[in-house]
Nanobody
Framework: QLQLVESGGGLVQPGGSLRLSCAAS????????IGWFRQAPGQEREAVSC????????NYADSVKGRFTVSRDSAKNTVYLQMDSLKPEDTAIYYC???????????????????WGQGTQVTVSS
């Protein structure tokens, strides 16, 4: 069974940093495009960042450009989301998800991602 597990969330002050990890079990992430999404209370799930299968192409939501960086480590079968200069509005549950190369042609959007993790809470507050 394909499973994704997020880790690295927590409570951080505004301006601080966190690094989220997305680890896979039961399959290798090398064959998939990976996305990071987030959902705040009362809001719809939104795309934060995506990375192509090769890692050569990345996408970021306008709200996180210049602050977040997505990367992948094949040796560790893990994808990361480095989050710097965090703001209170970044508070949400963060999810990673995987999809095929073919599906990813439709873009970094929630509906094209098939496999999801359970999420990790990120809270930015003083």
């Amino acid at each position: 069974q394909l499973q994704l597990v997020e880790s690295g969330g927590g409570l951080v002050q505004p301006g601080g940093s966190l690094r989220l990890s997305c680890a896979a079990s039961g399959f290798t992430l090398d064959y998939y495009a990976i996305g990071w999404f987030r959902q705040a209370p009362g809001q719809e799930r939104e795309a934060v960042s995506c990375i192509s299968r090769s890692g050569g192409s990345t996408n970021y939501a306008d709200s996180v450009k210049g602050r977040f960086t997505v990367s992948r480590d094949s040796a560790k079968n893990t994808v990361y989301l480095q989050m710097d200069s965090l703001k209170p509005e970044d508070t949400a549950i963060y999810y990673c998800a995987a999809t095929s190369v073919r599906q990813y042609r439709m873009g970094c959007v929630v509906d094209v991602f098939r496999y999801w993790g359970q999420g990790t809470q990120v809270t930015v507050s003083s």
